[in-house]
């Protein structure tokens, strides 16, 4: 896989810089509490791919490295390593080991690295990176968060607008080949971001977030848009027009159609190669080259629904294949 295919903007990576004040409140209260917010953040995205570059040499994963003020007033940097995979990595600890020691190194100052656990497993939940030898003994205990471990009920009476996030993630794992129940939680969520009494501009964000991983089939998702449009009538919500707007802007549905540019046909790939990731961590470097050829907008529309619905690698091979076979591209 080459290095352009591995870097694409991720839902979850703008999720955390839109959200990270809420984000740590949601999952990491103590990191929260010592930090200075009136000074405010700075995300060191560049700074951060170098030191990825120079750890890995495979797949990339959705980091996030932020520098903080501390509250008594020193300087503080934070690594946040988020994983949004649906299987567990027994490489996690290492990796952030590295990632850890590469900062330090760097900056000579303390590193705080935080994990969060995406994967449907309740059982892995690794923390610590240790060994030990003839006296000499290596250990880095790392705080993690798994999000299966927070309650639908507490995430949906929760104000916290990252909470939605979480519960969009989360629902995307339970709705697999689920496509009535996902139709439902997704028409639920988008619901409760007007009842949640968030701003319009909370509102476009979330709803970019769960329409992103809440893909539908196209009869359902009709019927959804439909439904959303009465809701709004009835509640007398002028978002939805809007939303409509930021739908085609990201080249999911009319923008594509209207084909706005080689911009929008480039974020359409990195959608299905994103869903793959998500849902098949074992997918080969090979299958995410073969995306490369896809140069259709109507079929990478309909590889990022196959993407989503597919019972497994090979099904979404087979509707791949079906693109990229003569006649299968428009």
Known sequence: MSEKTADYDSPWKEALEVYFEPFLRLCFPEAHAGIDWERGVEFLDKELQ??????????????????????????????????????????????????????YDRYGRQVVSLGVLADVSAKWRPNRFEY???????????????????????????????????????QALATRRKPEDRYRWKLRLVKSLYERGF????????????????????????????ELARYEEEGNMPYVTSIERMAIERGRQEGLEEGLGQGLVARAREDVIEVLRLRFPQAPAELFEQLQSITDEGALRDLLRAAVTADSLEAFRATLEGSRSPGGES
């Open 132 to 170: 030990a030898l003839w006296g000499c003994r290596l250990s880095l205990q790392s705080p993690v968060i798994k999000l299966r471990d927070l309650k639908t009920e507490r995430l949906e009476a929760d104000p916290n607008p990252f909470a939605v996030v979480v519960l969009a993630h989360l």
């Open 50 to 103: 170098q030191i990825i570059r120079e750890a890995e040499s495979g797949r990339r994963y959705v980091d996030k490295l932020v520098k903080v003020w501390r509250r008594d007033g020193e300087e503080a940097w934070v690594l946040i390593h988020v994983e949004v995979q649906a299987q567990k990595d027994e490489g996690f600890p290492a990796r952030m080991y590295r990632y850890h020691y590469r900062i």
């Open 199 to 226: 701003t319009r501009q909370q509102i476009l964000d979330l709803f970019r977030f769960i329409d992103w991983l809440l893909v539908l089939p196209v009869e359902l998702e009709e019927g959804f848009r439909e």
